[in-house]
Each structure stands twice: as structure tokens, then as C-alpha cells.
């Protein structure tokens, strides 16, 4: 592709164009971008899942040898099925100041801003580089992006500083819990109801399990660990989805949930797993496989995106004070891919233009003051790295 100029409202609409819901591929707009920064005399490494259909990319503006700045941004969208849409979702409108499409503010519109400014990272002649870390699948659980954590750990030079661009209307958000969600199977023993006692009713050990995580999650919230930067302080677990049993005069031989937990920084999910996981294997499944050796329970992890925190006073965060020109920092109770690039070494920053309460709701919008917000504190980046 030719050097191409396009303002952020056109990058935009190149972007909300490629129906990236997580389950479709995300190469056609992973190709376009590879195409455009190639324009510029950037090369992109690809980072693909197994299927090919998804791909990671990672590139560089400027001397890779210097520590530089990641701007990140997942590429995929969530669905629109069962939402109701006043315009095609996959089309960039605007109305009022406001364009609207899905991804537009989760976060397609963080992406566009940063490669419309492109052509002037390349005229700036940076001394400090600037790496583009594009994700696919961020929406079903982080997944893409580890592919991009494995790569910065095996560089000779990590950058010093990731911008994670989700929407937090360009607020400086310095931590989030950790989100880690867990699949249960309990696999008991059908028989007639009038027969119970020779059963193992999947449906009444599964609600025993889930009565006892209810019990460590109200533990939890009246006795921490607390953390009085997150709303609420504390680690939340719930579970949000169960099924089993077929009809009334049947003893039930399965039964399935899904669990998840929120944890705050300094409560770690393994000493919950711990607590969870004896109360199943230890107390409930030997009751179990005394009346039939063949039931069980399995329970297995699903997604998982540890949490970080930064501190207030870190250069990163005086920096992007510095840059928006905000003087306070938040901590969210939302999972971002920020945790796994801090997990590799990179000190994160979540700050992005768009607000979550637009974020996977039908008719999703960015507005374009935050655009412009964005455009400034990028142009200021610029000139400070410079
Ligand atoms: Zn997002």
C-alpha cells in the first residue's frame, strides 16, 4: 500500500468496516493495518492463533533498541445479535458529534487515533519508539494477547510503558481486580425419584458447592483482604449460571455452573481455589463415589486476567498525568489486558478515549470531543518523547 493520510474519523470508519465480533477471524483489518504501517516503511511481526484466522500485531516506530511505548488495542468487537440497532453496527455514522458502531468506543476509536498520528510519529523522529500492540479475542477472556506478552518477554529491550486505550474517557485508571472464571461439572447417578437414596443427585451437590462459595464470598466481603481504592473493596465471587436436571421424578445426573471471581490485588484467587476445591474434593465427592465410584466433579479454569496496580507516584502515571493534564488516577472493578502486560514486565496504564456506559451496547457510540482528547494527548506524547 501507497503512504496513505487519513484523519482519525477515517481510520475509524476503516475499522468499524471489518466485522471483528471475537468468534469471526480478524485478519482482513490485521492485513489492512500491516498494509498501512508498510506504507510508512513499518513492519509488522503477525503473531497467529492455531486456526490462522486470528492474528496478533506487533510493530515498531523508531529504534527498537531504546525502551519505548506500547499504545495497545484489542481488534475484536462483541456481538450485536439480539441488540436492537438504529443504523448497520458495521458502518461508521454520525450524528450530533457522536459516530456510532460497534467497537467505535471499545475500542476500535483508541486505534484509529493512534495510527491517524502515524505519519507524525514518523516526521517527529523519535528518540524513545513507539510499538503498536493490536490483540484479537480480548472480549472471550484475553486471550490473543498473550501471544504479544510472550513476545516482550523475549526481547532484548522491553518497552518501559504499555497504554492500554479502553474506554475510561481518558481518565488515568492505575489498577483493576483480577477476573478469573472456573466451569463446573458435577456427574452423579440417575434413578427414580421414589428410589433417591440410591442416586447421587448432581443437582442438590452442585447447590452445596454453591452455597459454600457463597459462604467464602460473604466471609470475604466482611473481612477483606480490602483494598479501598476498588468499588467495592473487596474480592466478589458469584455464580451467574447453572444448569441441570431433566424432570422432577428423576434423580438428577448432571448439573453445571459457571463460576466467577474478582479479586483485589492483594487477594489471590489460588488460596479461594484452594478453600473451594477441598470442600469439593475432599468433603463432597467422597460422599459421592461411596454410593458410586463412577460420579464426580470437575472443575476447570476458563478465563483468567490477574489484576494490577500501579502506584500513584510511578513515573508511568506522573507521565500520563503529565499528558492528559488530569491530576487524579482511578482503579475499576472491569479486566482489561493491562494485567498481562504488567504481568510481563511492563509497567500499564489503562487510558483511552470513549466511555464504558457506551461500551457492548447496541448503538455504541464515541464521541468526538473525546476523539479530539485524544488526538491532543497523543500529540503531546509526541513532543515529550521526543
Ligand atoms: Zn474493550
Redesign the pocket.
Known amino acids: 500500500m501507497a503512504r496513505v493520510k487519513l484523519s482519525s474519523t477515517d481510520m475509524l470508519e476503516k475499522l468499524i468496516g471489518f466485522d471483528t465480533i471475537s468468534h469471526n477471524s480478524n485478519n482482513s483489518l490485521i492485513s489492512f493495518v500491516q498494509d498501512y504501517l508498510d506504507g510508512y516503511g513499518i513492519s509488522s511481526k503477525l503473531i497467529y492463533d492455531a486456526s490462522k484466522k486470528k492474528a496478533n500485531l506487533y510493530a515498531t516506530v523508531g529504534n527498537p533498541d531504546i525502551e519505548g511505548v506500547i499504545l495497545s488495542?484489542?481488534t475484536d468487537?462483541v456481538p450485536v445479535k439480539g441488540q436492537n440497532w438504529d443504523t448497520d453496527p458495521f458502518e461508521l455514522y454520525e450524528n450530533n458529534d457522536l459516530f456510532y458502531g460497534r467497537g467505535t468506543c471499545?475500542?476500535k476509536g483508541f486505534i484509529a487515533v493512534a495510527l491517524a498520528k502515524l505519519p507524525e510519529m514518523i516526521e517527529a523522529n523519535l528518540s524513545t519508539p513507539i510499538h503498536f500492540a493490536l490483540s484479537y479475542d480480548?472480549?472471550v477472556g484475553c486471550v490473543g494477547v498473550h501471544g504479544i506478552a510472550e513476545h516482550i518477554e523475549q526481547l532484548d529491550v522491553k518497552p518501559k510503558l504499555c497504554i492500554v486505550g479502553?474506554?475510561t474517557s481518558m481518565k488515568i485508571i492505575t489498577g483493576h481486580k483480577g477476573v478469573c472464571s472456573y466451569h463446573c461439572s458435577v456427574h452423579g447417578k440417575e434413578c427414580h425419584s421414589s428410589l433417591a437414596h440410591e442416586g447421587v443427585n448432581a443437582v442438590e451437590y452442585a447447590a452445596e458447592l454453591v452455597a459454600h462459595i457463597r459462604s467464602i464470598a460473604r466471609r470475604m466481603q466482611k473481612q477483606g483482604p480490602f483494598n479501598k481504592d476498588f468499588n467495592p473493596p473487596f474480592t466478589t465471587m458469584h455464580v451467574g449460571k447453572i444448569e441441570g436436571g431433566t424432570a422432577l421424578n428423576i434423580i438428577p445426573n448432571s448439573c453445571e455452573f459457571g463460576l466467577e471471581i474478582r479479586t483485589v490485588p492483594e487477594q489471590n484467587k489460588e488460596d479461594i481455589m484452594a478453600e473451594i476445591n477441598d470442600y469439593a474434593f475432599r468433603y463432597l465427592e467422597p460422599n459421592m463415589k461411596d454410593i458410586d465410584p463412577q460420579t464426580g466433579i470437575s472443575l476447570r479454569e476458563t478465563v483468567y486476567t490477574p489484576s494490577f496496580n500501579i502506584a500513584n507516584d510511578h513515573e508511568a502515571v506522573l507521565l500520563l498525568q503529565n499528558l492528559t493534564g488530569a491530576n487524579h488516577t482511578e482503579k475499576v472493578s472491569f479486566g482489561?489486558e493491562a494485567g498481562i502486560f504488567h504481568a510481563a514486565g511492563v509497567p500499564t496504564i489503562v487510558c483511552g478515549p470513549g466511555s464504558i456506559e457506551q461500551?457492548h451496547k447496541p448503538n455504541e457510540f464515541i464521541a468526538h470531543e473525546q476523539i479530539v482528547k485524544c488526538e491532543h494527548f497523543l500529540t503531546k506524547m509526541l513532543v515529550t518523547l521526543k
Open positions: 488495542g484489542h468487537v471499545d475500542m480480548e472480549e479502553e474506554p482489561t461500551a
